[in-house]
């Protein structure tokens, strides 16, 4: 059974930074790319970052850009998101996925783990 484990989550003031991590186990798990997607109350889940393990590409979504970093290991299935200069708009649970050929079609979702920003 695979599964991707999250953590680091956690309250931190605006501007702050914090570092999430994402593990994944299990004997079947394999992925082309890994990334993170937030969703925050009211809305709908969206995408963060992802990092395509081939190219070694990463992608970010315009409001992050310049503050958060995607980085991982592909051979340990692991995959983390630092988070710099924190704003209360980026309160939202983080959710680790992972896919096997398109970010429109994930095949592994992690459970969550919640940040939560204060002005």
């Known amino acids: 059974q695979v599964q991707l484990v999250e953590s680091g989550g956690g309250l931190v003031q605006a501007g702050g930074s914090l570092r999430l991590s994402c593990a994944a186990s299990g004997r079947t798990f394999s992925s082309v790319a890994m990334g993170w997607f937030r969703q925050a109350p009211g809305k709908e889940r969206e995408f963060v970052a992802g990092?395509?393990?081939?190219?070694?590409?990463?992608y970010y979504a315009d409001s992050v850009k310049g503050r958060f970093t995607i980085s991982g290991d592909n051979a340990k299935n692991t995959v983390y998101l630092q988070m710099n200069s924190l704003k209360p708009e980026d309160t939202a649970v983080y959710y680790c996925?992972?896919?096997?050929?398109?970010?429109?079609?994930?095949?592994?979702w992690g459970q969550g783990t919640q940040v939560a920003v204060s002005s």
């Open positions: 996925a992972a896919h096997t050929s398109t970010w429109q079609s994930i095949d592994y």
């Open positions: 990092i395509n393990w081939s190219r070694g590409n990463t």
